[in-house]
């Protein structure tokens, strides 16, 4: 204590004489401001000083002890958690300037590793060398700001906490920093006496972050403080941030503002606020039940606000689920006890939520919407689902898509089967049995000649391929690969499509269109034995492109192939109404394809006839047709 005593007389007469000597300044904006700091600990009075300066609303740092911190983990954390600054005070409190430069680190480093477990890694500490024994040399070796003290009530030697609050209350000035113990008992008891009454004088406690960054200040490594006298500015407190939430889908959006400069940090699960917690960037959704802490900060230690909490505990009801069979209208919901609203428009009905109970019976031509909440539940996400004109369900496929039309006249006229519940997977690519059984569908069911069994060793006999690709491989239009198989569930890129596609007009019209140049920017991406294909399905207004390219490589999706059926259909009866035209027809746009309205369903076994689930990966070889 010895250098202590001699640098706290130094300090003293410094500051008695600047006070002579100095011109009057200005009043701090925001009032009179003082850090109040403790040093030696934690110790066995430290909870006791915590719960008298939480009952206060006082902030304070805290210089800790390597060895001590080491001895009481959670007090450490409780100071941390409770928007206390924690410090280096070394961890041995031995004079840095006797110490090799290994030493020297040793003392930070090891004090820092104690702190960072209630503060968590990554957290940058001030230090205060013991004794305030430090030159330049040792204050680089430390690299962290030096925090000094102008207020030294010596508590350490008066044990007595009436003279340990006058000797505070007496010498405190704006921006003083004070110099006190939370080893020492009466330290405890004089330092909230003296904080009393500084507070009923007009000054407000903060850390020694806030001191400085309050009035403008920045604190530099290896640089020494000692105080912060008012300089006319105070960029005022650290503000809680404002935790709002909204349901959406069944699921919690969560919004939370801060004061301009400042960061948020939060977590979900109620635990406490750390440096390894969230950094907020952005609205984000969340799943109650949950627990929302948030902070603001402009230094998580020692320069945050208070925690805001947040707690909800409703669970989102389930997303209902729609199927319309045989004119039936079922929703249900996984969660007991959920109330199931739904609105349905078209034909005979007008929009309007509607409680459900029971099955009903629902006319062709109605979109259906449903979604479900209650007392006990937040509202889960909308689903939508159609039941069309022609008669079929759909869940993924909806009256505002483009391929709406197109899929709706396959999926009824029976070309395409969907994956099952109404699921139809309208982006889903189209793999090569898919297309020969589309096809097969569209021509009729024709009858074969070739047995379906052992033409490939990968197609199997039972199925929904089996006889279609015999059917196209007959026809001429389809071909295997030289090792002898079909690879039915590769997907079919546009240029095949198109050249299988081009074949089949071949066998319905006994020969097609002269065909045209073709335009697209990448038509010299475009196979040499496709090229025809694509630019006679281009002639006859069956495909074009998307900003002026084809895609040739590019996967064929289900709503393409429909919309391309379609087309045939139209091609071939206008034809047959009219034999001696044979040009081109006009053509609709091809929108750009666009992604289901609705999350596809995870891959499911398909229905009886249907074409399957959809094989994600790209075509490895070339060939005429589909080989």
Wanted: net charge negative.
């Amino acid at each position: 204590m010895r250098a202590k005593r001699v640098l706290s007389f130094v300090l003293a007469l410094v500051l008695l004489v600047s006070a002579a000597f100095a011109a009057p300044t200005a009043q701090a904006v925001g009032g009179k401001l003082i850090a109040i700091t403790y040093d030696d600990g934690p110790g066995p009075y430290t909870q006791r000083l915590l719960d008298g300066l939480k009952a206060r609303g006082v902030k304070a740092t805290f210089f800790m002890l390597g060895q001590r911190a080491q001895n009481y983990p959670s007090t450490v954390a409780r100071v941390y958690q409770e928007g206390h600054q924690v410090a280096n005070h070394s961890y041995s409190h031995p004079e840095l300037t006797s110490l090799s430069d290994s030493g020297v680190k040793n003392e930070i480093q090891t004090t820092n590793s104690f702190l960072d477990k209630g503060c968590g890694k990554g957290t940058s500490y001030l230090v205060r060398p013991p004794y305030g024994s430090m030159n330049h040399y040792t204050a680089q070796l430390v690299g962290a700001p030096l925090i000094l003290w102008s207020v030294d009530p010596q508590d350490w030697l008066y044990r007595n906490a009436e003279t340990v609050k006058n000797r505070i209350v007496s010498a405190s000035f704006d921006g003083a920093i004070v110099l006190v113990h939370d080893i020492h008992s009466t330290t405890v008891d004089g330092s909230l006496a003296a904080i009393d009454r500084l507070k009923a004088q007009g000054y407000e406690f903060v850390t020694v972050n806030e001191l400085f960054r309050r009035r403008g200040r920045s604190l530099a490594n290896g640089g020494s403080y000692s105080a912060s006298r008012p300089n006319g500015t105070d960029l005022g407190p650290v503000k809680p941030p404002e935790v709002s939430v909204t349901p959406e889908n069944g699921r919690l959006r969560v919004s939370i503002t801060a004061q301009q400069g400042a960061s948020i940090y939060y977590t979900l699960d109620g635990s406490d606020i750390t440096q390894t917690a969230a950094r907020y960037t952005g609205s984000f959704l969340a799943d109650a039940p949950c627990k929302i802490k948030a902070v603001s900060a402009y230094n998580l230690n020692g320069g945050r606000s208070e925690t805001v909490e947040k707690i909800f505990t409703k669970p989102a009801a389930s997303t209902p689920a729609i199927l319309v069979e045989e004119g039936l209208l079922t929703i249900t919901c996984e969660s007991p006890g959920a109330t199931v609203y739904f609105s349905y428009t078209g034909a005979s009905y007008s929009g309007g939520n509607q409680i459900y109970t029971q099955p009903i019976p629902i006319e062709p031509g109605t979109e259906i919407a449903a979604y479900a909440g209650g007392e006990n539940y937040l509202n889960s996400g909308r689903v939508q689902a159609m039941y069309s004109a022609r008669g079929t369900f759909f869940q993924d496929v909806l009256p505002k898509s483009w391929y709406y039309e197109p899929m709706d006249w396959a999926a009824a006229s029976g070309y395409m089967n969907g994956v099952g519940q109404g699921w139809f997977q309208p982006g889903g690519q189209v793999t090569r049995g898919q297309l020969a059984a589309f096809l097969y569908r569209h021509a009729g069911l024709p009858a074969i000649e070739t047995d379906p069994v052992g033409l490939f060793p990968d197609v199997a006999p039972d199925r929904f391929y089996t006889t279609p690709v015999a059917w196209a491989w007959e026809q001429g239009f389809v071909q295997g690969y030289g090792d002898g198989s079909f690879q039915p569930d590769r997907p079919v890129t546009r240029q095949e499509m198109c050249a299988v596609v081009f074949g089949y007009l071949r066998s319905l019209m006994g020969g097609v269109p002269q065909t045209q140049p073709l335009d697209y920017t990448d038509r010299d991406q475009i196979a040499p034995w496709a090229y025809d294909a694509v630019a006679s399905l281009t002639a006859l207004g069956l495909v074009n492109g998307t900003d002026g390219a084809f895609n040739p490589s590019g996967t064929t999706t289900r709503a393409q192939a429909a919309i391309v059926l379609m087309r045939v259909t139209e091609l071939v009866e206008s034809l047959d109404e009219d034999p001696g035209d044979n040009g081109p027809l006009p053509s609709p746009d091809e929108p750009k394809p666009e992604e289901p309205s609705q999350p596809e369903p995870p891959d499911t076994p398909s229905e009886s006839g249907g074409e399957g689930t959809v094989a994600l990966q790209a075509p490895k070889a070339k060939g005429q047709g589909l080989g």
